[in-house]
């Protein structure tokens, strides 16, 4: 009954190659991000979708791609991986309803090693 | 720009109460948000202020001042479980929020 989660959990691979996470919601919510968590502990956003639509895109190397095939998942696939891009990396969902209140729940965090 | 600053640690004795301030700067304001990030873990929602003033719930409340751009989480009778650090966030717009670096707070006994 895991309501925002993530695969794979620990992602540890060479510079250069390209790598997938996945992320699935089931709380019925119409809004997923992605986030990057680096080692100073800042959340900064990376991607938002609405229903399928891409809402929020920061300032990210055009190497990550996120991808939403329906609104309960939402990928994000990284080219030529450097070693900068060693993070956590957490997906959240929200309800979408564009209420000030609305809390976003996170998945358990991708840890991803670029070595 | 837009910016949030919380201390980076602090330390409290169990039993004890401890507040973590929170100041803000954003080019707008739609609410703030707490949440708790256990490590090696991910944050869970814990508050979240809109109006001036105190929210309490349970031996956490949160307290709010718009005109100031300031808020604290006060958390009262600490448990060793509250080691973890604290994350401020403030909506500024419709989806997007922005995060401060979180307190890392340390319970003693």
């Known amino acids: 009954d895991t309501a925002v989660s993530q695969t794979p959990k620990y992602l540890v691979t060479q510079m250069g190659n390209d790598k997938s996470i996945k992320c699935e919601q089931n709380?019925?919510?119409?809004?997923m991000y992605w986030y990057k968590q680096d080692s100073k502990k800042f959340l900064k956003i990376m991607f938002s979708?609405?229903?399928?639509?891409?809402?929020i895109n920061e300032t990210v190397p055009n190497r990550f791609s996120p991808k939403s095939p329906d609104k309960a998942h939402l990928n994000l696939h990284i080219n030529s991986l450097e070693l900068g891009d060693s993070a956590v990396y957490f997906c959240?969902?929200?309800?979408?309803?564009?209420?000030?209140?609305?809390?976003?729940?996170f998945g358990p965090g991708t840890r991803l090693l670029v070595l | 720009g837009q910016n949030i600053d919380q201390p980076t640690e602090m330390t409290a004795t169990e039993g004890a109460i401890v507040q973590i301030n929170c100041t803000y700067q954003?080019?707008?304001?739609?609410?703030l948000f707490w949440y708790q990030q256990h490590a090696g873990e991910a944050p869970t929602f814990l508050s979240y202020?809109?109006l001036d003033g105190l929210e309490e719930k349970g031996r956490f409340s949160s307290f709010l001042s718009r005109s100031k751009g300031y808020s604290y989480l006060l958390l009262k009778e600490l448990q060793m479980k509250d080691s973890a650090s604290y994350l401020c966030?403030?909506?500024?717009?419709?989806?997007?929020?922005?995060w401060g670096a979180g307190t890392k707070l340390i319970i003693k006994p």
């Open positions: 709380l019925g919510h119409d809004t």
């Open positions: 202020n809109v």
């Open positions: 979708y609405n229903n399928k639509e891409l809402i």
């Open positions: 959240a969902s929200s309800q979408g309803s564009n209420s000030g209140s609305e809390t976003q729940y």
């Open positions: 966030a403030v909506r500024d717009g419709d989806y997007q929020l922005i």
């Open positions: 954003t080019s707008g304001f739609n609410g």
